[in-house]
């Protein structure tokens, strides 16, 4: 496959010493991090004036939406990584695009265009900094080729900005083409994965439709009450770990996805 030539030579200068530091920097780009960071952000970020409620709601739709598209993308093309003789990290799953490639797109592009902290110039260009870094880091490790990155930061982009653009007007547009996304998702790739990303999407637009009347109650939350994530995200988790039928699986996405969106406004 074209870019196999750049994935060994970068995976095959890496010194032993800089792996660890890689690692470090690819977790930018792990689903993990948006599933806890999103949420945080919609249930404190209005609290400390760093985004409006409406815009942390945005951000949440558009960010499982983008996990979705990762799962949907991944089962559509079902191409492999790089050769276990490359990689210097174990990475499982089909290759291309690249998740954390087109995660971080996605996540750090959303923030870029909705936080108001900073010039928006500046965000810009420290979320492409971002991106470049999980990209690079993806290539140096070898778990990845030249063009599931690219396709990564393209895809990731084209999504974010539809997403942006649809939901100006109205939030509940993120979750509906996140919706949109986790139904290719699931059918598509039919595993706890999708049924879980699906859920989370189901949930996120259900939960808007109770949570948009009284976003005020968001902004005035109490720090402590970010606890009741632990249990939500534990939640939606576990399918991941344990990986159960689809229609369990299906069940805590919703779970998660319609409790991280109500929840803080009955806090």
């Not at 030539?5 to 690819?26: E, K, M, N, Q, W």
């Not at 942390?56 to 990762?70: C, D, E, T």
């Amino acid at each position: 496959m074209h870019g196999h030539g750049v994935s060994d030579a970068l995976a095959g200068s890496v010194p032993d010493a800089l792996v660890p530091l890689l690692r470090v920097l690819t977790a930018l780009g792990d689903p993990g991090v948006f599933l806890v960071a999103a949420p945080l952000l919609y249930w404190l970020g209005p609290r400390y004036d760093v985004i409006p409620a409406e815009r942390a709601a945005r951000v949440l739709g558009i960010v499982v939406g983008g996990l979705a598209l990762v799962v949907a993308l991944k089962s559509l093309f079902a191409l492999h990584r790089p050769p276990a003789t490359v990689s210097l990290v174990h990475a499982d799953g089909y290759g291309f695009p690249s998740g954390h490639t087109t995660g971080a797109t996605v996540f750090y592009g959303t923030l870029a265009a909705l936080l108001e902290i900073g010039r928006r110039r500046t965000r810009y260009v420290a979320a492409a900094a971002v991106v470049a870094v999980v990209a690079f880091t993806r290539l140096a490790l070898g778990v990845h080729y030249l063009p599931d990155v690219i396709a990564g930061v393209v895809a990731g982009s084209l999504y974010v900005a539809f997403a942006l653009a649809v939901s100006r007007n109205r939030v509940a547009n993120a979750f509906a083409v996140a919706l949109g996304v986790g139904t290719a998702a699931l059918v598509l790739a039919w595993t706890a994965e999708g049924a879980t990303v699906f859920g989370a999407t189901v949930g996120g637009i259900v939960g808007w439709q109770f949570a948009r009347d009284h976003t005020d109650a968001v902004a005035d939350a109490a720090p402590w009450t970010v606890l009741a994530l632990a249990p939500l995200l534990a939640v939606g988790g576990l399918p991941l770990a344990i990986e159960p039928s689809v229609p369990v699986a299906a069940a805590a996405g919703i779970v998660l996805g319609f409790g991280v969106v109500w929840v803080p406004t009955r806090l």
